[in-house]
């Protein structure tokens, strides 16, 4: 079965998590031509309520009526894909069908993540608006002052520290709370944040806007001469709950665009095509190099997901904001790392019949429970306190007997703990050699007995 989140109704005012319902289906059944994803991470971001509102007309994504579930960015793994697709099981790949577990969809709305950067969850930041933006629009050169409104956000959170690798003179944010601002200057490359509508005193040479309204009246209010102003997003309005988020009027005085020669220009993704490589190339060498952090939050589990939507809009988190669909067990690599022990000698367990044939992901990966890990240092404690592979694995149907009170559960690290492993061994060797020595003397009387009744009178 598969679980995804719908709109139950559209919300009047601000999407809460009410306004959803999270609903069991099967596992959608891919047509011709289509593939079948197991998502990983989804996207959870403001620009969702313009959708959910009904309102949305002519935006890149369209919006959401009660019954659908809400688009976003998402990463996945190809399940089954179709013959010369390209794509192979196991495969991960972005596309735009969040909020649920399983997605069908064709081949060419996947587009394969390769390894250009170096975890997946990666490609959900916003970089590539905020690149493009600065990159493309907002022509940064190299001394420049750079306002990026709503600062510790998705796209500004990567905004200003894209800016700083760009060669930004300084880099100015804004952010409603002062715990972000101290983030922001500490770790995402701001010299200075303006926190709740403070007002801006510096001049500006070029501002990615994330909010409108009075931000962008400041901005321009600030800007020098020939100032470049990106307009990304319209924060203010979007989340403003006697609004739409489909509009987002503000007066801006016209005298100073005309007399400083001010380029105001908005753009919505794709925006420049030509940036999205360079971009994904820049970023995974950024991170790399830890020129630049990926700041983000995941959020465990799709029955937190419309909360965290509710949670994004009220400013709570720094950064991206991400669903992580867990799953049912963990890889080999992980659960290889809780038992203490490499996933080459879980396999070597299994294969010599120390445990039993792990569970399989559908595309074939081995998946472990806490159970199973605690099997696996139950046999490395017997391993090492002597007893061969082939002691271990005659009795490997009774290990679930020491699992208990042998080690501490995984998540609590490498085993260190010392238990009473060899004198209860001790001590079942002592009771079998006592049942078979009873059972020897008993077919000895046998024997004997045999034996008289034999001998001729
Ligand atoms: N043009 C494009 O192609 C493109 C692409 C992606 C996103 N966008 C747009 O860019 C904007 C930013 O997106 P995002 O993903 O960075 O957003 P986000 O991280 O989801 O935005 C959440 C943040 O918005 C801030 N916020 C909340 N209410 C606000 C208000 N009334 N005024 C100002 N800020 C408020 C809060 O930050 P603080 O607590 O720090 O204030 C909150 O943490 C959105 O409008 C989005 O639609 C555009």
Known sequence: ?????????????????????????????????EV??????????????????????GTPLPSVRPGESPPSATVGEVVTAPQGSGLRPGDLVFHWLGWREHAVLPAEACVPLGDALPDPVAHLGSGWTAYTALTRYGGLVPGDTVLVTAGAGGVGSLAGQIARELGAGRVIGTTGSPEKADRMIADLGYDIVLVGGAPLTEEVDVVVDNVGGDHLRAAVAHARPGARIVLVGTLAAQLAPHLSG??????????????????????????????????????????????????????????????????????????????????????????????????????????????????????????????????????????AHGLTVEDVAACADRL?????????????????????????????LDAEIGRLTALRDRLDAVRGSRARAAEPL
Request: neutral net charge; charged residues 25%; proline residues 7%.
């Open 246 to 383: 489909a509009v987002a009027p503000v007066e801006l005085d016209a005298f100073q665009l005309v007399l400083k020669g001010i380029t105001l220009r908005g753009f919505s993704d794709p925006g420049d095509p030509s940036a999205k490589a360079e971009w994904t190339e820049r970023f995974g060498t950024w991170l790399r190099d830890g020129a630049i952090t990926f700041p983000h939050v995941r959020v465990p589990g799709i029955d937190h997901a419309a909360e965290a939507l509710h949670d994004v809009i009220g400013g709570k988190h720094v950064g991206t904001v991400v669903v992580e669909l867990q799953e049912d067990g963990m890889r080999i690599g992980d659960a290889a790392a809780a038992a203490g022990t490499t996933p080459r000698a879980l396999r070597f367990y299994e294969q010599r019949g120390l445990l039993p044939p792990p569970r399989r992901t559908r595309t074939g990966q081995r998946l472990y429970g806490e159970q199973e890990v605690a099997r696996v240092r139950v046999i490395r404690e017997l391993l």
């Open 1 to 33: 079965m598969s679980r995804e989140v719908r709109l139950a109704a559209v919300p009047e005012g601000l999407p809460r998590p009410e306004h959803f319902e999270v609903v069991t289906t099967p596992v959608p059944t891919p047509a011709a031509g």
């Open 400 to 428: 679930h007997l020491l699992e208990d009170d042998v080690l501490p559960r995984y998540g609590e690290g490498v085993c260190t703990r010392t238990s009473g492993v060899v004198d209860r061994r001790i001590a079942a």
């Open 36 to 57: 079948l994803v197991r998502n990983r991470f989804f996207q959870v971001s403001a620009r969702l309520r313009t959708l959910l509102s009904g309102a949305a007309e």
